[in-house]
């Protein structure tokens, strides 16, 4: 069974940076299957924050684009997400998520299969 464990969440000020990393185990990298970033804030939805294919086409929610960065190792099957001019707006649990699809670069949280239990950032003003 596939699992994901996320690290490097912390607590920021704004304007400040972190990077987001996500492990992906028993996986094998050709499956070329998207990968993603999901964040929930209290009280809120689970929202796409930017996917990735296994051929390399991202996609990003609107409030993030231009500030995130997704990226992979494929060799370390691995997914990070840089994260820079952080705001307070982005403080939330962020979530490594797989889908069991080629080439979809879906934001939807129905979308995606496989998830971790992610990883807390918190961005104080």
């Known amino acids: 069974q596939l699992q994901l464990v996320e690290s490097g969440g912390a607590s920021v000020q704004a304007g400040g940076s972190l990077r987001l990393s996500c492990v992906a185990y028993?996986?094998?990298?050709?499956?070329?299957?998207?990968m993603a970033w999901f964040r929930q804030a209290p009280g809120q939805e689970r929202e796409g924050v930017a996917t990735i294919t296994g051929y390399g086409t991202t996609n990003y929610a609107d409030s993030v684009k231009g500030r995130f960065t997704i990226s992979t190792e494929s060799d370390k099957n691995t997914v990070y997400l840089q994260m820079n001019n952080l705001k307070p707006e982005d403080t939330a649990v962020y979530y490594c998520?797989?889908?069991?699809?080629?080439?979809?670069?879906?934001?939807?949280?129905?979308?995606?299969?496989?998830w971790g239990r992610g990883t807390q950032v918190t961005v104080s003003s």
């Open positions: 998520a797989v889908t069991d699809v080629v080439g979809l670069y879906s934001l939807a949280p129905t979308d995606y299969k496989f």
């Open positions: 028993n996986y094998n990298y050709r499956s070329r299957y998207s």
